[in-house]
């Protein structure tokens, strides 16, 4: 079965094809991938993340095979990039959306989770760390605060609160690593989980403090965004010191 990215990018039996200007079919390879997925969004990782997870790597190829999606600026990029990778888990048999993962969020929240949440955020408010529309003194009850997560949109970025809560109901590991085009400074963010091998992973590039792009590795046939333990990329693995 066959799943179209685009009219012309698309999957079929774990390996990506495109269509060129002829209606020939071709396998995206490793020289093109940058080229040919471009199409769909993807790109390549910042150079200087580029040449610190080169001096991790085995092989020689010039061409990086690690790729960024850039998932809209609409407030939602966190949840983007949870749901697209969780899309690829599912081969595209089920289809989530950033709506969707709000939801899941929002549906999970115990009573001292909420309570939690609510001090955590009025204390950054008074603190003026609080940078979101709602306003956590005007919440009341838990059915108020899941109205607010679930509203898409600027009125409630994904943050490390939130962060927390997804890692343990989607039992995955999430890596982040940093860029900011300011400073110049290229980084591990640090979630303060220990990596747990039984879990899947998921990769995302946090960019100047205030957006997140998904991080995918093409391997031959196809870019992953979705990492088990096997297909996670070596580069990665020590650069987080994960290797056994």
């Not at 471009?38 to 990086?64: A, D, H």
């Not at 747990?196 to 992953?224: A, Q, S």
Request: aromatic share 16%.
């Amino acid at each position: 079965m066959s799943y179209y990215l685009t009219d012309k990018i698309y999957i079929n039996d774990s390996k990506m094809y495109y269509e060129d200007g002829d209606q020939n079919q071709k396998e995206v390879k490793k020289y093109n991938w940058h080229r040919i997925l471009n199409e769909y969004g993807w790109e390549k990782l910042p150079k200087k993340w580029i040449s610190k997870l080169n001096k991790y790597s085995e092989t020689s190829g010039k061409n990086s095979q690690y790729g960024l999606l850039d998932c809209e600026h609409d407030g939602d990029c966190f949840f983007h990039c949870i749901s697209s990778s969780l899309n690829e888990k599912y081969n595209y048999t089920t289809i989530y959306d950033s709506n969707d993962i709000r939801e899941l969020i929002s549906d999970s929240i115990t009573d001292d989770q909420f309570e939690t949440l609510l001090t955590t955020y009025r204390i950054m408010k008074d603190a003026n760390d609080f940078d979101e529309c709602w306003d956590p003194y005007k919440i009341e009850t838990k059915e108020d605060f899941q109205r607010e997560l679930v509203e898409s949109g600027h009125n409630y970025w994904g943050d490390y609160l939130l962060l927390q809560i997804l890692i343990s109901l989607l039992e995955v590991n999430i890596f982040i690593l940093t860029s900011n085009s300011e400073s110049n400074e290229y980084s591990i963010y640090n979630t303060l989980n220990e990596y747990n091998y039984d879990y899947d992973t998921i990769c995302l590039l946090y960019e100047d403090e205030c957006h997140f792009k998904l991080i995918g590795y093409f391997d031959g046939d196809r870019m992953i965004s979705y990492f088990t333990n096997k297909t996670l990329p070596i580069e990665i693995k020590k650069l987080y010191n994960i290797l056994r």
